[in-house]
């Protein structure tokens, strides 16, 4: 069994490393265009500062760039039909766990190698999974990259909903999790309602226009998942986040980083892993794993899915690091 596995993991890493696969899936085969549901840039967008300032963005510039995106606290874009939609509301969780994506055709291979690498960023400590659209999908991220900035509405919104990664810039893995994480629900850290115990917002620091990226969420639109506030989670912005003069305006309270963009943090695991009720069973006694991800399917439930109840086991990732390509795998060839 073990040498199964290795032989498996082996062709794959093979078969990865050639750059044969195709994150298109089945997608590929299609012609139709999807009909994005509609969304709101908002009033104060300006399409050509927003693009030329996520052009020129140098990492270690001390901003994150998805925060120069020119929408509600940086890279949030809103449904134009639905307003807002928060972490807290499982009704946009993705069913199964699985958010299914289609990428705009004309993406270039190094541009799908980073989206599957932020995919597998995210599938390293969680359950979720991704998988390819297939003809007949609802519900999918439609992943393009035109020159308006990164960024992602939050959560599932029912239709083909677009994340927006400009080409040569947004394409990072971290940025790119960050922004897959607003789609599977996520809000950002410093949105949450007692914020102010864990940072210090220094307005005298802030354009009074911008005031309003610093608007706390409630408790009825954001939760914590029980995880706690988390300094070192993907979503936080960084220390100069819409500073009008390079003085910081986010001042921890700890002495601690914030704004890292390189990797998913344990509590943001954590918190992902709570919302699609996946828990990490260590020791398995099944036989054929020994440790994985498993999901107890409440998540996703809507007027639209079926699947309320349904205990799903998922061939989720894990920490050990055992089966790194395996949620795409599965999804991508099964
Ligand atoms: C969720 O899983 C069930 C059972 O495997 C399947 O029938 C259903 O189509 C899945 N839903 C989605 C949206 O993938
Ligand atoms: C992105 O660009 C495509 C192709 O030009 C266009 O059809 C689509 O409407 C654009 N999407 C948005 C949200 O602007
Ligand atoms: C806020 O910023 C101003 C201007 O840079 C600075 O003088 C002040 O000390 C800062 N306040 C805190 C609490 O850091």
């Given at each position: ?5 290795l ?30 549901i ?8 300006n ?30 874009m ?29 993406m ?14 995210i ?44 080409r ?166 099964g």
């Open positions: 069994m073990q040498k199964m596995k032989i498996v993991a082996v062709l794959w890493s093979v078969f990865a490393a050639s750059g044969a696969f195709d994150l298109f899936g089945e997608s590929e085969k299609f012609s139709d265009l999807p009909s994005l509609p969304v709101n840039f908002g009033p104060n967008y399409h050509d500062a927003v693009s030329r300032s996520i052009a020129s963005w140098k990492p270690g510039s001390g901003r994150n760039i998805w925060e120069l995106s020119g929408l509600r606290e940086g890279d949030i809103d449904s134009a039909d639905k307003g807002r939609n928060v972490i807290i509301d499982p009704k946009n969780n993705w069913p199964n766990n699985t958010m299914v994506y289609r990428l705009m055709s004309g270039t291979s190094k541009e799908k190698m980073v989206v599957k690498e932020a995919m597998e960023l599938m390293q400590g969680s359950c979720m999974k991704f998988r390819p659209y297939r003809h007949g999908d609802r519900d999918y991220v439609y992943i393009q990259y035109n020159d308006t900035g990164c960024w992602s509405l939050v959560g599932r919104q029912g239709g083909a909903q677009p994340v927006n990664l400009q040569d810039a947004c394409f990072i893995p971290g940025p790119v999790a960050h922004e897959l994480l607003h789609a599977a629900g996520f809000e950002h850290q410093h949105s949450a309602p007692d914020r102010d115990d864990y940072v210090y917002i220094n307005y005298t620091n802030i354009e009074e226009a911008d005031y309003d990226q610093f608007e706390k969420l409630s408790a009825n639109e954001y939760s914590e998942m029980g995880v706690g506030y988390d300094y070192d989670s993907l979503m936080h912005y960084s220390r100069s986040a819409f500073s009008k003069n390079g003085e910081d305006t986010i001042i921890p309270y700890e002495d601690v980083e914030i704004g890292q963009q390189e990797y998913v943090s344990d509590k943001d695991y954590r918190k992902l892993n709570v919302k699609y009720n996946c828990f990490y069973d260590a020791d398995d006694d099944s036989g054929a794993h020994h440790s994985e991800w498993h999901h107890e399917g409440t998540g996703g439930s809507s007027p639209h899915n079926s699947e309320h109840g349904n205990t799903g086991h998922n061939n989720g990732n894990n920490h050990a690091g055992g089966n790194a390509n395996g949620g795409i795998l599965t999804n991508m060839f």
